[in-house]
């Protein structure tokens, strides 16, 4: 489905461990998103990719890391893990070129912190 | 800065019923706008869009119009459907400008036979 997968799809873990998210694109595009969905908050935008190692922070960036290495994989890691991050984490690519532009999201990953 | 603001949710609608979810914006520079439909565990899918004034994007029954005057892009469909119901977000991009794209809040739309 448009080229971008999340995993896993599902974590529960125990607070002040290290997670790591991965998105996973097979569409060559420059910008990736990570989001995450909160009720009553909608998106918020944590970090954001325009390149291979380049990576700036959203509004919502603390607790939070990512790495880009490669440009079809964003690795989003909280650094040790609370229960105020408990949620469902969204990303995201940009579409390139006027005929597709636009976001692709992936399908998400719901992650618990106990 | 950007801004989207949507209605305030939820809707709830009969089925057969008219839909319009109010979407306006503030954007400097010539944003793109879309509507993404989110249904229940799912990720956001592209509904529709339109890139330029005046421009309207359709898809599966549903419409919306850029109206640079107005600053909006309602969403609309004649006739909804129980499948229909899931939460609906308005979003703009600005061409050669910020890669960051701008969210409402979502609208919740629900339908009942």
């Known amino acids: 489905d448009a080229g971008i997968t999340q995993s896993p799809r599902h974590k529960v873990t125990e607070t002040g461990t290290p997670v790591t998210l991965r998105c996973h694109q097979t569409e060559n595009h420059r910008y990736m998103y990570w989001y995450r969905q909160d009720p009553g908050h909608g998106l918020r935008l944590i970090h954001y990719s325009y390149g291979v190692k380049d990576t700036d922070k959203g509004e919502v960036s603390d607790g939070y890391s990512v790495s880009r290495s490669k440009t079809e994989d964003f690795l989003l890691t909280l650094e040790s893990a609370t229960s105020s991050q408990t949620s469902v984490y969204f990303c995201?690519?940009?579409?390139?070129?006027?005929?597709?532009?636009?976001?692709?999201f992936g399908s998400g990953t719901r992650l618990t912190v106990v | 800065g950007n801004s989207v603001t949507q209605m305030e949710g939820p809707v709830t609608l009969s089925e057969e019923a008219f839909l319009t979810i109010n979407c306006t914006y503030t954007?400097?520079?010539?944003?793109?706008l879309f509507w993404y439909v989110q249904y229940p565990g799912e990720g956001l899918q592209l509904l529709l869009k339109?890139?330029?004034?005046?421009d309207k994007g359709s898809n599966k029954g549903f419409e919306a119009t850029y109206r640079k005057e107005t600053t909006s892009f309602h969403l609309e469909k004649g006739s909804v459907q129980v499948s229909d119901s899931a939460v609906y977000f308005c979003a703009l991009g600005i061409t050669g400008g910020s890669y960051i794209p701008t969210f409402g809040r979502g609208t919740s739309l629900i339908v009942h036979p």
């Open positions: 995201a690519i940009r579409g390139q070129g006027k005929d597709n532009y636009g976001y692709t």
């Open positions: 339109a890139t330029k004034a005046d």
């Open positions: 954007a400097t520079g010539y944003p793109s």
